[in-house]
């Protein structure tokens, strides 16, 4: 909504998955509100508190001690899109609008910007609620790092960091039980944390979507890896991985979530074929969640605190429409509008992926 005085109300929410580091961009947003003479409301649960107003004022004292502390103060949730919002109707569920009840709280707090922290749904909303005529800056999170807009986002390295130190501990139990132990990880469609926990964490196979596995060439490296005396072997698998010409494996669906399908069971799947087809001793460990609770790592805190230092100074220059991305070394904006125009997927000569190679592990390609 273009005026033309000081800005000085903004709201904050958290929408989506929660990840590490949703804390630290809170405190990060709040601190130096007061300096540029900005109070800032703190939005309930994400989309769903901008539409049923649930919001209180945020002080200093409500954010301080927060920086590493994981989840949300807010609250979240990935079932809040003011354009699909779910009602129960004569027993079923009927998918509304809301979008006009979201932008009557906006105007009814007065706020002059809203600052949403969310991952790529949450900046799709962003952008239909900016040409509803909020005036939104988006702050990217996701443990994911599938925003093609920024280099990375925040949460990813803390997930990274889960899958790095499970495998340091299965590695320890495989060896000794001379097991082969498939562990799955999470990353909706794309491999970056499957790719980057199995290279810090020296999984001996990384299957990831973008480079759709053969099922020979795991056993081969299995079978490999025993004749050179490894008598164990780790499998690290993205939840979305799938077979050449196979399909993606899901546990249910979810018609209240923009995006209804929820991945899961592929390392499963993967185990009990391992086993099958090499008779090695076969485990499985479903990381799920670990993967996004607990304290941000030092990089996600950093991060964090920067880009909710930007986006705070990006609602005080007027700078609406805008995400705060990380470009190299540097905090930069770029308009919402094209941060979510692409999905950053792994490619097939991306430097992890070489080096990956490069060090001997097998994509199953
Ligand atoms: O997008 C973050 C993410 O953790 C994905 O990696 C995963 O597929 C999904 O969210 C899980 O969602 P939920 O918390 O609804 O199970």
């Given at each position: 909504m273009a005026f033309s005085g000081k800005v000085k109300r903004i709201g904050v929410l958290t929408g989506g998955g929660d990840c590490p580091g949703l804390n630290a961009v809170i405190r990060g947003v709040t601190k130096p509100a007061q300096d540029y003479g900005m109070t800032v409301f703190g939005i309930k649960d994400g989309f769903e508190g901008l539409v049923e107003g649930k919001a209180s004022e945020l002080r200093n004292e409500d954010v301080s001690?927060?920086?590493?502390?994981?989840?949300?103060?807010l609250g979240s949730s990935n079932k809040g899109d003011p354009y699909h919002w779910p009602v129960m109707k004569d027993d079923k569920i009927v998918i509304m609008d809301k979008s006009k009840d979201a932008l009557k709280n906006y105007e009814a707090w007065n706020l002059d910007a809203l600052i949403a922290i969310g991952g790529d749904g949450t900046m799709h909303i962003c952008n239909k609620l900016s040409k509803l005529g909020m005036n939104v800056i988006g702050v990217p999170k996701t443990?994911?790092?599938?925003?093609?807009?920024?280099?990375m986002t925040f949460g990813h390295d803390s997930a990274v960091y889960v899958v790095s130190m499970a495998l340091d501990r299965l590695h320890t139990t495989a060896s000794s039980h001379h097991r082969v132990i498939v562990v799955e990880v999470m990353g909706r469609y794309a491999g970056w944390i499957a790719l980057n926990g199995g290279l810090s964490g020296g999984a001996d196979l990384i299957l990831i979507p973008e480079l759709p596995f053969i099922w020979e060439k795991i056993y081969d490296k299995i079978l490999e890896r025993e004749l050179m005396g490894k008598k164990f072997s780790l499998v690290c698998v993205a939840e979305g991985a799938k077979p050449k010409g196979g399909s993606l494996v899901t546990k249910g669906r979810d018609i209240?979530?923009?995006?209804?399908i929820q991945l899961g069971g592929i390392g499963e799947v993967v185990a009990r074929r391992i086993e099958e087809n090499t008779g090695r001793e076969t485990r499985v460990t479903v990381l799920g969640h670990l993967q996004r609770g607990g304290s941000p790592t030092p990089f996600d805190r950093i991060l964090s605190t920067k880009f909710g230092a930007f986006a705070i100074d990006l609602a005080a220059h007027k700078k609406f429409g805008r995400m705060v991305a990380l470009k190299g070394s540097e905090i930069k904006n770029v308009r919402i509008e094209d941060a979510i125009s692409k999905q950053k997927l792994v490619k097939p000569d991306n430097q992890a992926v070489f080096t990956a190679k490069a060090v001997g592990i097998s994509f199953g390609i």
């Open positions: 001690g927060i920086l590493s502390r994981g989840g949300t103060i443990i994911d790092n599938d925003l093609e807009a920024t280099d209240k979530r923009t995006d209804p």
